[in-house]
């Protein structure tokens, strides 16, 4: 991949592709491997590595449109990438010489990454009690799991991570892991004996892991977010990274994060609207009062497509001025320039989450009681926009948007906004 413009044409053509055939995997939950696979082979999982690594580097404002792009044809297999980028971030920000040279490759090669982060049954989101705990005398180590297996070896371990050299025993159960089912690397979210956070980079073979395909909700229904079991997984030092260590200084995570999911829910809301007016020309009949041949020619009808197409634009153009002062951000990195992204990003995620479930719920009304019929899934696109727009609630973005501008008192790092 060389540049963003290339990046970006490609996505475009991806996004065609994959929407071909959407409707039918949602419908039949068959879910996407040979799209993915398509995905890894054009190199665009590779595009936030850096140049000195190989990676075309490309923008903040490139990456959240080749999600946009994406989601328009099929939401949930965008999606399914959200994790990747996140956690090669993290490689970015906290991984040692060593990891980044290894784990690069592995991106650049098309491997992918999944994710195990939350947890079902706790406090909260943030309470996380999956443990990696150190191996002492090698105590539990299986024969081969030495920091050397098939998959290859990260380079040295860092002294310090998740407590110092040598291996670990990585314990717990997720949910909701979309990727992992598709994955050749899983990040785990876990915490050491002293409670710090780190992430755990797994081979999605390596033996304890088991990946459940237990999924189903009612939308995003071939992500495969369903539930990854670790029983006391070896995992070597070289595949640990301190995440604890990014929350303690100015930070872009939770605003690069945030900012791939506000481009697919404009995406989802951007593919509700092109589907909704693509069924208007073809396929409504005009309302007997409104005395034209067509649907398309009711003043009614085009006075809500306007009204549609403008919060469309809206989320769109907000999430393009999220993504900018995440640039901004990457180049001058202060509290001051962070909180301005992670600020931007959420008033774009707010935008686009109503603009999908919006936009997705409209297409009904606008297109007649046709447009119901289970055969054509319509309902896909409400029903990915309704699932997808729950990962965390708006209404304290809202909050931290409100605190920002009454009094300056700039966004929490916790990595969700």
């Known amino acids: 991949m060389a540049d963003d413009a290339e990046a970006l044409a490609l996505a475009r053509e991806l996004a065609d592709e994959f929407r071909a055939e959407a409707a039918e995997r949602d419908r039949e939950r068959r879910l996407p491997r040979a799209e993915l696979d398509r995905l890894s082979a054009s190199g665009l999982l590779g595009v936030t590595v850096p140049r000195a690594h190989g990676g075309a580097d490309v923008s903040a404002r490139t990456l959240a449109e080749i999600f946009r792009l994406l989601a328009t044809g099929d939401a949930s297999l965008a999606q399914i990438p959200q994790s990747h980028f996140v956690y090669v971030n993290v490689l970015r920000r906290q991984g040692s010489p060593a990891q980044r040279e290894f784990f690069f490759g592995e991106v650049l090669a098309g491997r992918r990454f999944g994710n195990a982060q939350s947890e079902a049954g706790t406090k909260h989101v943030q309470d996380i009690r999956t443990r990696l705990t150190p191996l002492r005398d090698g105590a539990g180590v299986a024969d081969g799991a030495d920091g050397a297996d098939a998959a290859g070896d990260a380079g040295g371990a860092r002294a310090g991570d998740a407590g110092g050299t040598g291996s670990y025993l990585l314990s717990g159960e997720k949910h909701y892991s979309t990727g992992a089912l598709f994955a050749d690397w899983i990040p785990v979210l876990a915490r050491a004996e002293d409670e710090a956070l780190h992430v755990a980079y797994v081979p999605r073979d390596a033996p304890g892991v088991t990946v459940i395909d237990d999924w189903d909700g009612m939308g995003q229904r ?67 009062e409104s005395g034209y041949e067509t649907a398309a020619e009711d003043p009614l009808l085009i006075q809500r497509f306007g009204e549609l197409a403008v919060q469309v634009r809206a989320a769109e153009a907000l999430l393009n001025a999220a993504a900018d002062a995440v640039d901004a951000a990457s180049a001058d990195l202060t509290d001051d320039s962070a909180a301005e992204a992670s600020i931007a990003v959420a008033a774009a995620k707010v935008q686009a989450a109503e603009a999908a479930v919006g936009t997705s719920s409209a297409l009904f009304e606008v297109a007649g009681t046709r447009a119901a019929l289970d055969s054509l899934n319509l309902n896909r696109h409400w029903r990915d926009a309704r699932t997808h727009t729950l990962h965390d609630p708006v209404r304290w973005k809202v909050q931290h ?9 700039r966004p929490p790092r916790h990595g969700l906004l």
Request: hydrophobic fraction near 50%; glycine fraction near 10%.
């Open 401 to 409: 948007i409100g605190r920002y501008v009454l009094s300056g008192t």
């Open 222 to 288: 071939t992500t495969a977010s369903g539930t990854v079991r670790l029983a006391d997984v070896v995992v070597p030092a070289d595949r640990v990274v301190p995440h604890h260590l990014t929350f303690q200084g100015p930070q872009l995570h939770g605003a690069v994060a945030q900012l791939l999911h506000a481009a697919i829910d404009a995406g989802i809301a951007s593919g509700a609207l092109a589907e909704a007016v693509a069924f208007v020309r073809t396929k409504s009949r005009p309302w007997f």
